[in-house]
């Protein structure tokens, strides 16, 4: 399928969906290659075809949903949101749950692809802060609707591209070599419960001290949407929680209950008390962010 014809069949399917096709500019071709195979697979010959086999099947848009997740990720992806959590954010929230006399530090990690970014805030923590705060315990719940995603986060082995942007002193203590690949040690996977979960439905789980859901709801998700998945992480939150995104990414216009945190990284503060709005984005709304998960 050529890319014009990608993009035409992109642009009637995402709205379909309750996604937004400017999340999907710079990375299509991840979602063309899978629905050209699937295309194949139904014996379609061109988007028009696939487009009247929806029409007959409405049970392929289940299918066609699950090939336009994106998934871009590695470990310690956007060095710079790892400092500000490492120096700033996670401190400050240990502080405070220290203060309430809580025995875990609760994260939950949403759109967690084959789990590079539960585990690298795994990583940082125990190498960085669990000294400073030896009451606490992390517990990070990390989230997809990959079913393989998941698997590949349970096995822990990862090729070198993705975890070459380690620090170095992080990649030497967490991780050993195992047929070409670097597996990580099981200290740094036992704070970490892996399950299948779709963001876009409720979540039985929290209060979190910390949430992240970084290039996947409010960069793919229309407006609607991304405001319903603001509100049920709000609600998932603490009282003084963190919402953090990715560095591209801000909530939508309207969306209440959240406050910004100044000179953060997309950083978002659920009120001890009251309701704060997110003032409108002087980028219009629109993320530029080029993948999903972290």
Same mark, same amino acid.
């Given at each position: 399928m050529k890319d014009p014809d990608c993009v035409a069949f992109l642009q009637w399917a995402l709205p379909r969906m309750r996604l937004r096709w400017p999340g999907f500019r710079r990375v299509r071709r991840q979602a063309c290659k899978r629905i050209e195979r699937r295309m194949s697979q139904l014996s379609c010959e061109d988007a028009a075809a696939y487009r009247h086999y929806l029409d007959r099947h409405p049970e392929e848009w289940r299918v066609l949903d699950a090939l336009c997740r994106i998934t871009v990720t590695r470990f310690y992806r &956007?060095?710079?949101?790892?400092?500000?959590?490492?120096?700033?954010?996670?401190?400050?929230?240990?502080?405070?749950?220290?203060?309430?006399?809580?025995?875990?530090?609760?994260?939950?990690?949403?759109?967690?692809?084959?789990?590079?970014?539960?585990?690298?805030? =795994?990583?940082?923590?125990?190498?960085?802060?669990?000294?400073?705060?030896?009451?606490?315990? *992390?517990?990070?719940?990390?989230?997809?609707? &990959?079913?393989?995603?998941?698997?590949?986060?349970?096995?822990?082995?990862?090729?070198? =591209? =993705?975890? +070459?942007? *380690?620090?170095?002193?992080? +990649? =030497?203590?967490?991780?050993?070599?195992? &047929?070409?690949?670097?597996?990580?040690?099981?200290?740094?996977?036992?704070?970490?419960?892996l399950r299948c979960h779709d963001v876009r439905t409720p979540l039985d789980a929290g209060?979190?001290?910390?949430?992240?859901? +970084?290039? *996947?709801?409010?960069?793919?998700?229309?407006?609607?949407?991304?405001?319903?998945?603001? +509100?049920?992480?709000?609600?998932?939150?603490?009282?003084a929680g963190v919402l953090l995104l990715g560095a591209h990414e801000r909530l939508p216009e309207g969306t209440p209950g959240f406050a910004v945190i100044p000179e953060g990284q997309s950083l978002y503060r659920r009120p001890r008390t009251g309701i704060a709005a997110c003032p409108p984005d002087p980028a219009g709304g629109r993320a530029q962010g080029t993948g999903s998960h972290g």
């Amino acid at each position: 399928m050529k890319d014009p014809d990608c993009v035409a069949f992109l642009q009637w399917a995402l709205p379909r969906m309750r996604l937004r096709w400017p999340g999907f500019r710079r990375v299509r071709r991840q979602a063309c290659k899978r629905i050209e195979r699937r295309m194949s697979q139904l014996s379609c010959e061109d988007a028009a075809a696939y487009r009247h086999y929806l029409d007959r099947h409405p049970e392929e848009w289940r299918v066609l949903d699950a090939l336009c997740r994106i998934t871009v990720t590695r470990f310690y992806r &956007d060095q710079r949101v790892f400092q500000v959590l490492v120096e700033r954010i996670l401190p400050e929230l240990a502080r405070t749950a220290v203060a309430r006399r809580a025995r875990e530090l609760r994260v939950w990690c949403a759109g967690c692809a084959s789990g590079e970014e539960p585990y690298t805030l =795994s990583i940082a923590w125990h190498l960085e802060l669990a000294g400073r705060f030896p009451e606490l315990n *992390l517990e990070i719940l990390a989230t997809d609707t &990959d079913d393989g995603l998941l698997q590949r986060a349970a096995d822990a082995c990862y090729p070198w =591209s =993705s975890i +070459r942007h *380690l620090p170095q002193g992080w +990649r =030497s203590r967490a991780f050993k070599t195992h &047929d070409g690949c670097f597996c990580l040690a099981p200290v740094f996977t036992a704070p970490v419960i892996l399950r299948c979960h779709d963001v876009r439905t409720p979540l039985d789980a929290g209060p979190f001290d910390l949430i992240l859901c +970084r290039n *996947l709801a409010f960069t793919y998700f229309e407006p609607a949407l991304q405001r319903e998945v603001a +509100r049920a992480m709000y609600e998932r939150l603490r009282p003084a929680g963190v919402l953090l995104l990715g560095a591209h990414e801000r909530l939508p216009e309207g969306t209440p209950g959240f406050a910004v945190i100044p000179e953060g990284q997309s950083l978002y503060r659920r009120p001890r008390t009251g309701i704060a709005a997110c003032p409108p984005d002087p980028a219009g709304g629109r993320a530029q962010g080029t993948g999903s998960h972290g």
